[in-house]
């Protein structure tokens, strides 16, 4: 042997030696060091705070009934710390039993905002670390393979999971609204991330209500997942239950009629929207409010796919028509402006002349049919919807107010009374998202060009170059009108009165709006908001009213209301609506109302129908509406007569 | 006079047992019975005794095996060399054949009847050992043979082994079979030229291998989570992340045996085996983990002096090729669990669950007992082959 040997020997041991130390250093390290952290970490491996789901409260009919309620479904839930997007035999293999494709499985498992993320809803949205639902509102067939087969799908499991079910035979679509996943901003502002978020009706106003709060319980669990202990750190509190006005029978009555009548608009190749609201007139309860284009709720329980939400989307069935589709008014604004008339000191009691032109300021404006009724009461001009007499009286009032020197910032009497009424300013229904409508007035016109006069000009200017390889007159006419609305759009003429007075020009009303207002009329003249949900139900069966809000504004005198509640009583029995009302029993149940057609530029008029009753003791308001439907006294009268059976047949106890 | 007990208890003992490394034997006596009870807290309720059962009958046959191999003549090792040394490869052979078995990726392991299982690779260590120091001490190269034939020898006979074990997936073997190889031939007093031109030969060879697509993909990703294992914390990254989540909160004192909420909620894989280390830094704690060390450093210490005082270069070979098998084993062992090595599928020696691993170890403690025997007591006469010059320079 060497001694060199001997020396590497001894060289060999230091390295040992080092090796040792780097050993112990390292253990010291991690165990003294940085133990802390590393326990903290360890812990949260194995223990693990849940949240506990509370029920969702219900949505009842003014009956108790449901509308919604709660079912449970089986949601097929993947840990995604064990199963991976790229694990393709798996996902093959739930994808076959869950009958989607394995790609779709897969978009389930990647959060939402990850690169390689499709879209939502198809991302896991949520919480990042949570497990991913595949698939819910699953029965327990279709989960079967997957619950026998565990140990063919490690890391998947099948879970009890609360979905919404809509019990009631109607469709209440936009009222009632519906549930999504959070959004970053419902999680950033401290919503758990697999609690469903209200998004439209009265899941999202009364969302926080509805939810209740989560409670929360703290498991321990070893590596495969199993529970091995729970305990409770905070109970979850249920949702309340919100009681409505909603009428189950009347709603349903709504929708059908509704469907009815636009299926048979649609035929003639348009592409009608319509609307039926039914107040409550002494409560200002909402009875049943239906919207045409609606869908099926129960589409969005197991999550809506992204051809069905595109189709919901851009055929506009997702817009809620009574609170926030913006349509002329028509002839159903003629009682509001013969309260105008009767405040700038017009006698009702008076004759009007009704010719079949009123021909003013170098126009002509027409009746409806050119039909001429001589001198008549005003009660008969609404009665027929005469617009001659209401064109007379409102150049007056133009003249009276100062015609063309009228100031841009004001607002004419047909404006203040309008505005009184709730027009031109949301109801302030409980829904979200209501629209504010318009009301035409000399400042709504100045502030209309004030926005829109440059790209009057710029049209006038150019002259529709277009246009005018086609069709040289239309663009001629095109450029006058530009030319004219540029150079002195911003003046109050009298045309502008006049179809003020009528319900067109620049007046835009939703069905709601209407409703609210002659409610208004038939009532004491006060303007209620319309309330829908009627009180909350605690989990304790406590309940919490919720009463409707009066305003401050009141319409017209009584004496005026009275006149104008005979005067629309007469539509139903001899006037415009009598059609439609044939066979119906007016004299135990007199019914008051007003039609409504609306010109729209290039299309069917809007029909209306406004109504209350019984007239001499009015209990309900019924509003109908649908675009391209022609004259107010066919399609809206019809309908409305429908829920007037509807409701007229209704026990008292449950109209 | 009286003698002390202890020399009274010693002399009642048989010759060949009376010239045992006392230490060497406690300490891996020691390690493995904490090894048992490590196993019977890691394997949990559901396995019972069964695991920490089969490992207390392995342990007794280890120390029978090694008692066996104690009454060898030190001299009949080098006959053995070879006939081990091809024992040893065709039972790594037969792991290629219908009897092998594979273990979570490693097709390391033969069938044997009545449903026992043996990794021929850990004999296959002590196999290398005695035929490294056979070549090395010159026994095998006749005449005057240069440093280069001898280490050209010993790297002649190592590479068979480790090309089986990387047949087998079983890099860490591979790894642990190199650093005895070129320990040992760095000990043989080899010159430093012949030793670097060889590393460098070798690194090359290997650079080439993975040049040229021999590194599989298994190698690259455990290598990548060694770097940074939150890259893929559920996958290569998770052992590493819950062996260091274990270790760490251990503390200073641990949670008490068959307390460990790691441990004990089996977040750790493979922890009876590879990461059983996280199984007492877990539940004993730093102390614990030190105990460990510690007792695997006594081995190392005795087999170092054991090399040093070696009689022969052959003993001293074998010595410093048990030594080096039990540290850079060891160290890989114990790295991967503390994340400063990258995970390979190695036992702790004496510790870690496994029959084969166990009872090779074992043997390995009986060579390093063998050649203590032969070496006189050092302490008293240095053995030496020829003097040391004063320079310390070397003599040929």
Redesign the interface.
Known sequence: ??????????V??IV?VG??L???G???Q???V??G???M???S??LQVVDIAAPRGLILDRDGRPLVANSTGLAVVVDR??V?PDDTDLLRSLGRVLELDPETVSARLIPCGAPKAAPPPHCHAGDPYAPATILAGLSHDRVQPIVERAEDFPGVSVEPDSERAYPAPVRLSHVLGYLGQPDQEDLDSGRPADVLVGRAGLEQRYDRVLSGAPGRKEIR????GQVEQEQLIEAAVPGSDLLTSLSTKVQRTAERKLREHAAMVASTGADPRGSVVVLDVESGGVVAMASYPDYDPTIWTSGISQEDYRHLSESGALLNTAVQGGFAPGSTFKPFTALAMAQQGADFTDTYSCPAQYATAGRVFRNHGDEAYGRISLARAIEVSCNTAFYRAADRMWRQTGGDRIGAGEIDPVAEVAQSAGFGSPTGVDLAGEASGAVASPKAKYDLWEQRKEAWCRAADDGYPVLRETDPARARYFTEVDRANCDEGQYWRQGDALNAAVGQGLTLVTPLQLAVAYAALANDGQVREPRIVTGIRGDDGSVIPIDSVRRADLIGTGSQRRYLRAAMRRVTTSGTAAAAFTGFPLGSYPIAGKTGSAQVDGVADTSWFASFGPAQKPRFAVVAMMSEAGAGGVVAAEIVRAVWDTLRRAPQEQR | MTQPPSVRYVAALPAWMRRLDLPLLTAALSLSLLGVALIWSASGSSALLSDAARQLLSLAVAIALGLLLLRAEPRALRAWAIPVYLGCLTLMLGTFSPMGVSVSGARAWLALPGGFTVQPSEFAKLGLILILATTLSGSLVTGQAAGVRKAAGAVGWAAPYILLVLAQRDTGTAMIMTAITI?CV????VGLRVVLAGLLTAVALVALAVAAGGLADYQVQRFLAFVDPYADP?GYGHNTI?A?????????FGDGLGAG??T????VPVNESDFIFTVV?EEL??VG??AV?AL??VI?WRG?RI??A?R??FG?LVA?GV?AWF?FQA?EN??MA???MPVTGVTLPFVSYGGSSLIAAWLGIALLQLVHRSGSDWTRRP????P??RS?????
């Open positions: 042997m060497t001694a060199i040997s001997t020396r590497r020997l001894l060999f041991s040992l090796m040792a780097a050993l112990v390292r253990l010291v991690l165990q003294v940085g133990g952290d590393y326990a970490a360890a812990r491996n194995h710390s064990v991976k669990v070893d590596a495969s | 320990s760095v000990i043989s007093g559920y819950q260091q989540l274990a270790i760490g909160s251990g503390g200073w909420n790691q004990q909620g089996g977040f830094a704690g730093l983990g030190l060390i695997l450093a190392v170092l090399a040093l070696a022969d270069l001293r410093t030594v540290s160290f114990l790295g503390l994340g400063i053995v030496r082959d020829r040391l010059s310390g320079g070397e003599l040929t």
